[in-house]
């Protein structure tokens, strides 16, 4: 079974949004610096212009800096999905896993990964005092303990978590794992 590679996308699902807002908040800042004769420094003007500037872009730049590398934000194989970030990989191999299940959070949407309970425990027992916290956090908001964000991806999130179940079905039934 080949492996599915999915990337963020620059300016598909929610990120716009984030982008639209930044580009507000530069308009916001220019209409203050011309507005009031104690913000026109030119050192004021250019680093508030580079702060917001970066922050308009930076969704898109890590979007193309992704594809640059050639490094997907999720690769589902056959016996495993890995998850990539800018500084953090999750890895979740489909013999701990029970499900995939699709979770929405206001306007994001998320794909909660349902542990099998001997995973679940070693994961809770695992973690640092803060790390269980936060997944005692997670179980009460969405059921699980950890998911994968699906908003701003090349796939839908829909059609995402179906390939994920679809693979962890196929995974299941030629290695008779649970």
Same mark, same amino acid.
């Given at each position: ?53 970066? *922050? =308009? ?5 890590? +979007? /193309? @800096?992704? !594809?640059?590398?050639? %490094?997907?934000?999720? &690769?589902? *194989? =056959? ?5 990539? +970030? /800018? @500084?953090? !990989?999750?890895?979740? %191999?489909?013999?701990? &896993? ?73 995974y299941k039934q030629n290695y008779?794992?649970?």
């Amino acid at each position: 079974m080949n492996e599915v590679r999915i990337y963020h996308t620059p300016w598909g699902g929610k990120i716009w949004w984030a982008v639209l807002l930044s580009l507000g908040f530069v308009g916001l800042y220019m209409w203050l610096i011309i507005d009031d004769p104690a913000l026109r420094g030119d050192w004021m003007f250019w680093c508030g212009l580079l702060f917001f500037g970066i *922050m =308009a872009l930076f969704f898109p730049l890590v +979007a /193309l @800096w992704e !594809r640059l590398l050639g %490094r997907p934000a999720i &690769v589902v *194989m =056959a016996d495993k999905v890995v998850c990539t +970030a /800018l @500084w953090k !990989r999750s890895e979740y %191999r489909f013999d701990e &896993v029970m499900r995939f299940k699709m979770t929405q959070m206001g306007v994001q949407e998320f794909i909660s990964v349902h542990f099998v309970n001997r995973e679940e425990q070693r994961k809770l027992q695992d973690a640092s005092r803060m790390g269980r916290a936060v997944r005692r956090l997670n179980i009460g908001m969405v059921g699980a303990q950890e998911s994968i964000a699906a908003s701003g991806l090349t796939m839908k999130p829909q059609a995402l978590c179906d390939l994920l179940n679809e693979r962890l079905d196929n995974y299941k039934q030629n290695y008779g794992k649970t």
